[in-house]
């Protein structure tokens, strides 16, 4: 069959099937064609069982998800140098199974096309209010409606103003205006732009709309010279928020949990330049205390120097050596559970010194270290005040569980997680983790609980989910 003419339908099929084509981004010709393909695949049709009616066509599948059942990202790409990375955020939802169509500004168009994230979203590309493909239907409507999520990536000084006072005169800015779902926000720009008090009332006003807002993050501009904050989250950050915000809300396992969480390195000086330092990023750390305040615990989070942003709903206190982290962990006592995720440098320099140590054709100068206060094992061995749970983190190169279970016996805590940080791993400053869990209940030849794989995050959700059954099962013995 060369060619396919649509003639003598009744008024319902057609407008169904122009619907669907729309949503399609394909010619009535074309669907009419995919609608026969599947058809003819498709057993149970082909033995006679009875097709879809046209309403039924037109129906979003489950609500506003995907026909597959994933969530439904629409992925507006604002007009900035930063839309290069939107393209990386494609591929990033896509990963963490959304469904993800995108609208374009007409200024974004300018530095990526509609072409290229069509074919990374799989998808027709929106970029005009008066498309008569999708408008028929009133079709930036639909677009505000049928997601689960909304996602601005780079958001501009010029977009986020004119969602503060309510523009609509392109699509970007009507399926704003128009729709009813959570809305994610990564502004871009210059520094100087984000710093304008014209900017700041509107990132205000947009918070008080409910607007979620990530970064901006600080770093080098695109222009030459410039640096500040204003540089867009990284695609990765922004995925991963995204994929935050539309799981579903999470059983409060940890409701009335008090909970204390250290993440990152130290920095023990040597001078006022110079610093002992370790390659840790605090990235296990923060997720842990995200996921346990997203199970309903207090979480107080403190954190040596790390490029993250503190976690929502979390009281987080920067410190930067390991006596200013004893002191805080001290100060947050008393808590029910003490996760100590945090790289404490265990030496530092005896006498620091006051001013810059200078280069001489002398010798070099001596640096005498001293151990620094076993921040894990204080806390552990406690009189007073020590919290019900205390779990502790081994980072190994070699000799994992040995070298594990030796931690635990010497510092006294109740867990120990074990995780294989030799450079090949990738865990330092990596995304993912497999980690092994030793308690202080294992018999001596127990062989440890080995987790699979996994990002940091799933990571602590699980952790998480046994700190919660280990406190139920205490609850109910006592």
Known sequence: MASLTVRKLDDEIKAALKLRAAKSGRSVEDEVRVILREAAETPALAAGARPASPSEMSRPASHHRAPNGRPRVTLIIGGGIAAYKSLDLIRRLKDRGCHVRCVMTRAAQHFVTPLSASALADEHCYTDLFDSRSEFDAGHIRLARDSDLIVIAPATADLMAKMAHGHADDLATAILLATNRPVLLAPAMNPMMWNHAATKRNVAQLARDGIALIGPNAGEMAEAGEAGTGRMAEPLEIATRAATMLRPPRPQILSGTRMLVTAGPTHEPIDPVRYIANRSSGKQGFAIAAAAANAGADVTLISGPVDLDNPINVRTIRVESARDMLNEVQKALPVDVAIFAAAVADWRVANAGAQKIKKTQADMPPLQLVENPDILATISKLPRNRPTLVV???????????????????????????????????????????????????????????????????????????????????SASS
């Open 392 to 474: 502790g983190f081994a980072a190994e190169t070699e000799n994992l569980i040995a070298n594990a279970r030796s931690k635990l016996a010497r510092k006294g805590s109740d867990w120990i997680v074990a995780n294989d940080v030799s450079p090949g791993s990738g865990v330092m400053g990596g995304d993912r983790n497999t980690v092994h869990l030793i308690t202080r209940d294992d018999p001596p030849d127990h062989a440890p609980d080995v987790w699979p794989v996994m990002t940091k995050d799933d990571v602590a959700a699980t952790l998480v989910a046994r700190i919660a059954q280990a406190i139920k099962k205490q």
